[in-house]
């Protein structure tokens, strides 16, 4: 059983920062690319950032320059340093990992979320 647990969302002004965590506790024998997504009222979930275990990141356009996705593989720890919110970064930030594990004596990947953490951006 794999669980991702997020923390740090909260109201913030226009300008402000805002720092999530996420953590990966279970069983589990490997974790593979690990990002953030969005979903705000009325819309799909989107794409934020993604950070492969190398280190190598992918932002969505409308937060690049604002927001850095981090990890620190000895913790099984994301992060996401958002910086210069607006109004429209407000939604639900949902962690997501791809994560390796043993079934038996066979080696599967499957894909985990967290259970989300609301940021809202307003006065």
């Known amino acids: 059983q794999v669980q991702l647990v997020e923390s740090g969302g909260g109201l913030v002004q226009p300008g402000g920062s805002l720092r999530l965590s996420c953590q990966l506790s279970?069983?589990?024998?490997?974790?593979?690319?690990m990002g953030w997504y969005r979903q705000a009222p009325g819309n799909q979930r989107e794409l934020v950032a993604t950070?492969?275990?190398?280190?190598?990141?992918n932002l969505s356009d409308s937060v690049k320059g604002r927001f850095t996705i981090s990890r620190d593989n000895a913790k099984n720890t994301v992060y996401l340093q958002m910086n210069n919110l607006k109004p429209e970064d407000t939604a639900v930030y949902y962690c997501?990992?791809?994560?390796?594990?043993?079934?038996?004596?066979?080696?599967?990947?499957?894909?985990?979320w967290g259970q989300g953490t609301q940021v809202t951006v307003s006065l």
């Open positions: 997501n990992s791809e994560v390796g594990y043993y079934s038996g004596t066979y080696y599967s990947r499957g894909d985990y």
């Open positions: 279970g069983s589990f024998q490997g974790i593979y690319i």
């Open positions: 950070i492969t275990t190398g280190g190598r990141t």
